[in-house]
């Protein structure tokens, strides 16, 4: 596989689920990631938020992708593992403002509001998993980026 094939699957399933570290204990929760394209995958989220301190203190992260079927034998899943940068850059946040508008909702206005967090994760490795290879994870094969 290549890093495209991994970018149009995130990008046409981005409900994920997210996991991160506190301190030992795994924290999984669901997201939708922004967008991906060659430079990496991309999220935001609130800096008061737990997962937020989370990946400040461990920028190590794994998310899983599904493209949802009626049935199970056809469900295909992407799994990616890597770490994350957070980006401060206002020409970004204002365009992540003009596509997701239902963040003023919730009270983040501005570009440069410092409860906003956009992050990306910028390496890592990346595989596909259906149940074909259930059994086979450790022969499945993996892309880095």
Same mark, same amino acid.
């Given at each position: 596989?290549? %890093?495209?094939? /991994? $970018? ?20 999984? +929760?669901?997201?939708?990631?922004? /967008?991906?394209? *060659?430079?990496? #995958? /991309?999220?935001? !989220? ?10 400040? @203190?461990?920028? @190590?992260?794994?998310?899983?992708? $599904? ?11 992407? +799994?990616?593992?890597?770490?994350? =940068?957070?980006?401060?850059?206002? @020409?970004?946040?204002?365009?992540? %403002?003009?596509? +997701?508008?239902?963040?003023?909702? $919730?009270? $983040? ?27 086979? *994870?450790?022969?499945?094969?993996? !892309? =880095? #980026?």
């Amino acid at each position: 596989m290549e %890093l495209k094939d /991994y $970018i149009e699957f995130a990008n046409k399933n981005p409900a994920c689920y997210i996991a991160t570290a506190d301190g030992d204990q795994p924290r999984v +929760r669901g997201f939708l990631m922004w /967008y991906a394209d *060659e430079s990496g #995958f /991309y999220f935001h !989220t609130g800096t008061p938020k737990n997962v937020c301190n989370q990946l400040k @203190k461990n920028p @190590k992260i794994e998310v899983c992708f $599904i493209a949802p079927s009626q049935d199970p034998a056809r469900m295909k899943m992407m +799994r990616l593992a890597g770490k994350v =940068k957070f980006l401060d850059d206002v @020409k970004l946040k204002s365009r992540l %403002l003009e596509e +997701r508008p239902f963040l003023k909702a $919730i009270g $983040i206005g501005k570009p440069d509001d410092p409860m906003l967090a956009v992050f990306k994760i910028y390496t890592g490795e990346a595989h596909f998993w259906t149940m074909e290879n259930n059994m086979r *994870e450790s022969v499945v094969e993996k !892309t =880095k #980026f």
